[in-house]
């Protein structure tokens, strides 16, 4: 009877706190105000908050001005309230052709210049398998063109295709050759996909290490090009031309809140979104070009910016890192920046609440990318269930969205990552309606969905940093040894 008593005790204890949780964060939360930071952001005025328009330094001084004025202090070693990134918008050539025996290989149609510096002339060309050390070792590469299969055979992914075409050019160049040509031969993505994606400029990060060296694509899904290889010396003409690149003045926004525990003070619960979008497009039948990007992702920067006006008046145990990254439309860039830079020891950030979506279908739910993959997931769900709605997890894994997103950068290095998304059991009609288009704008959404959101976000942020246990990634999961690495075997 005693143990039943305080068991009912404890229950009855952790219930209290949880609802007066929940009505701590429903009397603070300013709804208007919150309303008119979403209307600001997704103004025409921003023009689509494009990375590398002008405009973007009216999102980041606005954001870094509302968490001023919550309270939130900014990251040591920042520049203020921000984390400056060397980017260059690399521009396709002017003229880009090779010639290779018989076939000729053309910019924009069956070949893609991706990066590096302009190259004419006639070189040997050699294949040296993926191109990776083990490829390279004990052969003479100097003043030699390098032919390569893209990938590695356990890296095919679209992020590890061009993360690896990094390495191998900065390796080849190591060995003395003057350029690399990969053979993109994966027929399971479309070669007319990777042309409309890269030919046209690209945001990449310019951190001085870049190589010079031409790093070039052309497709092979039907393999052809090894048969061309088969009798003696082959040489390769090139000609590229008019390629340039432009530094461009990239911006994370960070702020951070101390927090109350001597001990857990030390630990981060990182809260993140985006807050560039796309820009401006194709005008829709109304003629409207301005990508506005309410959902995507003007909704999670308004969550994380006040999740800076909560915690800076009500901090918890553990201390807060608030991250508005850019250019994740350009691939993932201002997070992956952080990640390599990062202000804070990522073994310091225990546990990442990112925002990133494409709408929603459903305003019952709300859609956690992730959901299952860590420990600290009844923590997520029972602050969504506070507010009335339902966490479910990722009703659409053929579509690669934990990959796709910020998360990814932090969960490669070790910390469990989910993203937290409005509310869809599918990717439908109703979420291309507005997903990359110019109608995504405020009026079109449920504001009393999405107070309930951003709510329950700030509330499962709170649960996290007020956990006892450090959130760790469930067993088996595939970035499991990557959280043993970084934080240590804590079983």
Do not use: C
């Not at 040489?235 to 960070?254: C, S």
């Not at 969960?411 to 059991?425: D, H, Q, R, W, Y």
């Amino acid at each position: 009877m005693k143990k039943s008593l305080l068991g009912l005790s404890l229950l009855l204890s952790v219930t209290f706190v949880a609802e007066a949780q929940k009505k701590k964060i429903d009397k603070k939360f300013n709804e208007t105000a919150a309303v008119a930071d979403l209307t600001y952001l997704a103004s025409d005025e921003l023009k689509g908050r494009d990375p590398g328009a002008p405009e973007m330094a009216m999102a980041y001084n606005y954001i870094s001005m509302q968490l001023e004025d919550a309270g939130a202090k900014p990251v040591p070693g920042a520049d203020g309230y921000f984390q400056n990134i060397p980017f260059m918008m690399s521009s396709p050539p002017s003229k880009g052709e090779i010639k290779l025996r018989d076939s000729l290989y053309s910019q924009g149609k069956n070949m893609l210049v991706i990066s590096g510096d302009g190259i004419s002339g006639k070189y040997e060309l050699v294949d040296v398998g993926f191109g990776l050390a083990e490829d390279l070792e004990g052969k003479d590469l100097k003043g030699k063109i390098l032919l390569t299969n893209v990938g590695a055979p356990d890296r095919m992914s679209p992020a590890d295709l061009f993360s690896l075409g990094a390495e191998k050019g900065k390796l080849a160049e190591a060995a003395g050759a003057i350029g690399v040509i990969e053979r993109f031969n994966i027929p399971s993505i479309p070669w007319p996909l990777i042309v409309n994606y890269l030919n046209r400029s690209q945001m990449v990060i310019d951190n001085g290490e870049s190589s010079k060296m031409p790093y070039i694509w052309i497709e092979d899904v039907k393999n052809t090009i090894k048969n061309q290889l088969t009798d003696g010396k082959v040489e390769a003409n090139l000609l590229i031309e008019g390629k340039k690149n432009t530094p461009v003045e990239g911006k994370n926004v960070l702020a951070w809140i101390e927090g109350t525990d001597k001990t857990l003070k030390d630990e981060f619960v990182m809260l993140s979104a985006h807050y560039d979008h796309v820009g401006i497009g194709a005008p829709d039948a109304s003629g409207d070009s301005i990508y506005n990007g309410t959902r995507d992702n003007a909704v999670g920067t308004v969550a994380v910016m006040n999740s800076a006006k909560f915690f800076a008046k009500n901090p918890p145990k553990r201390s807060i890192l608030l991250a508005l990254w850019t250019a994740e439309e350009k691939g993932l860039l201002g997070s992956a920046y952080f990640a390599a830079n990062p202000l804070i020891p990522l073994d310091k950030i225990i546990y990442n609440l990112n925002i990133d979506g494409a709408g929603y279908n459903d305003t019952s739910v709300i859609t956690v990318i992730g959901l299952g993959r860590t420990t600290a997931d009844d923590l997520v769900a029972e602050a969504v269930a506070d507010f009335g709605l339902k966490a479910i997890a990722d009703p659409a894994p053929e579509q690669g969205l934990y990959d796709r997103s910020d998360n990814v950068n932090f969960a490669k290095e070790g910390i469990p990552a989910p993203t937290f998304s409005l509310g869809f059991t599918a990717f439908d009609d109703e979420i291309n309606k507005y997903y990359h288009k110019a109608g995504d704008h405020v009026d079109s959404m449920d504001l009393d969905y999405v107070t309930l959101y951003w709510k329950s976000f700030i509330l499962a942020a709170q649960n996290i940093a007020n956990a006892e246990a450090q959130p760790m990634w469930v067993a088996g999961d595939k970035y499991e040894e990557a959280g043993k690495k970084l934080y240590g075997d804590k079983k």
